[in-house]
């Protein structure tokens, strides 16, 4: 298993250019999540998704749009990126647990680290 | 509201123990995670707890759990160059019908000769 993978690693935009980030996982996870992480603010939740075709907001959506495709691939855009969008981004991905109650490990994928100038 | 929080460093010498400590606001969290985040990577599940316990030991990896204060504990015991990392404190959160992990801002462990 490759687990949860990203794509690209590395990227830089100019202020204004769109992008989309790619993130698959072969665990047949029905959660996937979007973080960004910036220095002394660990990670935020920017959108998740409960499975094909649904999606939500999470802490930090502003900015970004999100679509899941055939369940195990969850892409992340940015329409017009801005500076303040410079950041690591991570995608993880987790089983369903039923109500509150449930254990929730996630799988992180390695990340993408994007500069916005 | 939700929220997680934990210095954000520690420094330790070779051989000894590293405490990380971390509080919580969400009395209703069933399960309190330890992730480890190594330079350049994701963050990986390092150990959990379950609310109903107030101590979880794995090898070097102990984890305590206070209710009453709401606070958790990772204490590693003979740290080693390998342990410098990131780690990341999370309580379980459900929001909205959905199982959501809350991060504190983790704490940057150094382990020195």
């Known amino acids: 298993n490759a687990g949860v993978t990203q794509t690209p690693k590395f990227r830089v935009l100019k202020t204004g250019q769109s992008m989309t980030l790619l993130c698959a996982q072969d665990?047949?996870?029905?959660?996937m999540y979007w973080y960004r992480q910036d220095p002394g603010m660990g990670l935020r939740l920017i959108h998740y998704?409960?499975?094909?075709?649904?999606?939500a907001k999470g802490e930090v959506p502003d900015g970004y749009n999100v679509s899941r495709l055939k369940n195990q691939n969850f892409l992340l855009g940015l329409e017009s990126a801005a500076p303040s969008q410079t950041s690591v981004y991570f995608c993880?991905?987790?089983?369903?647990?039923?109500?509150?109650?449930?254990?929730?490990?996630?799988?992180f994928g390695p990340g993408t680290r994007l500069t916005v100038l | 509201g939700e929220d997680v929080e934990q210095s954000l460093f520690l420094s330790v010498r070779e051989g000894d123990s590293s405490v990380i400590n971390c509080t919580y606001t969400?009395?209703?969290?069933?399960?309190l995670y330890w992730y480890k985040q190594e330079p350049g990577a994701g963050l990986q599940l390092l150990t959990y707890?379950?609310?109903?316990?107030d101590m979880k030991q794995d090898q070097r990896l102990t984890v305590l759990l206070n209710k009453k204060d709401k606070h958790l504990s990772l204490r590693i015991a003979d740290t080693q160059t390998g342990d410098s990392a990131i780690y990341f404190c999370?309580?379980?959160?459900?929001?909205?019908?959905?199982?959501?992990?809350?991060f504190g801002a983790g704490t940057r462990l150094a382990v020195h000769p």
């Open positions: 665990m047949n996870h029905e959660y």
């Open positions: 993880a991905s987790s089983f369903w647990t039923s109500g509150g109650t449930g254990y929730n490990e996630q799988f």
């Open positions: 999370a309580e379980s959160a459900f929001s909205g019908g959905y199982n959501k992990l809350i």
């Open positions: 998704s409960v499975g094909e075709g649904t999606t």
């Open positions: 707890i379950f609310s109903n316990m």
């Open positions: 969400d009395s209703s969290s069933t399960y």
